[in-house]
């Protein structure tokens, strides 16, 4: 079966730095991804991984083991407007056609 | 341009209604997908289209009709839902290598 987890909520300070996990079982693998989304909006992509290893974008950042199936996202110098829940998905190519398959989705909330 | 267009923002139907929604992106994608997504849950994949034709439908109800007229637009028809079938649907698109592009999503309330 179809397994994403997260933790449910994390609670931060304004300038610091935030590891949000991710771990997976899926059919089959063809990248993880990183969204933020705001109550009420739409889901925008944050980063993403393929393979093995850290990608660094900006503030924020994603690694990724995939022996593990373990992902985290590194949001760094933490400000209010990072309030928000992040979705990590995986990108499952099994069904003969790429579907993007959420996690259960943290929310994260940035104290003053 | 790497937006995806979903109309309308909001709608509210009775149980007996038809409506449609939709969905239009210009970026060249060839995959175009429906999500639900209910309060506080994350998004669930209903339908994914590629190359215009409907290549997943995970056990969707068929009060839920889906139709990909081409390759820049998706529609998703509604027939006889039901109140705890409001919710917020989003549409995404993508390149098959590629991420996910997501529309602001319609609201939908079922009275």
């Known amino acids: 079966g179809q397994n994403i987890d997260q933790p449910t909520e994390m609670t931060a300070t304004e300038g610091a730095i935030v590891q949000i996990n991710c771990t997976y079982q899926?059919?089959?693998?063809?990248?993880l991804f990183w969204y933020q989304q705001h109550a009420g909006e739409a889901p925008t992509f944050l980063s993403y991984?393929?393979?093995?290893g850290l990608e660094e974008k900006g503030r924020f950042s994603s690694f990724l083991s995939r022996s593990k199936g373990y992902s985290y996202l590194l949001l760094k110098e933490l400000q209010m407007k990072d309030s928000a829940s992040y979705l990590c998905?995986?990108?499952?190519?099994?069904?003969?056609?790429?579907?993007?398959?959420f996690g259960t989705g943290t929310r994260l909330k940035v104290l003053a | 341009d790497t937006e995806v267009t979903q109309t309308p923002k909001h709608l509210v139907m009775g149980m007996t209604n038809k409506k449609s929604l939709k969905c239009e992106q210009h970026?060249?994608?060839?995959?175009m997908y429906w999500y639900k997504q209910k309060a506080k849950k994350p998004p669930e994949l209903m339908f994914v289209?590629?190359?215009?034709?409907?290549?997943i439908n995970e056990s969707v109800p068929s009060r839920f009709s889906p139709e990909c007229p081409n390759s820049s637009l998706l529609n998703l028809h509604l027939h006889a839902l039901q109140p705890e079938d409001s919710a917020l649907y989003l549409c995404?698109?993508?390149?098959?290598?590629?991420?996910?592009?997501f529309g602001q999503g319609t609201r939908l309330t079922v009275v």
């Open positions: 970026m060249g994608h060839r995959a």
């Open positions: 991984n393929v393979l093995d």
């Open positions: 289209y590629s190359y215009e034709k409907l290549s």
């Open positions: 899926t059919s089959g693998f063809n990248g």
């Open positions: 995404a698109s993508s390149q098959p290598d590629g991420r996910a592009f």
């Open positions: 998905a995986v990108r499952d190519p099994s069904s003969g056609t790429y579907k993007y398959i």
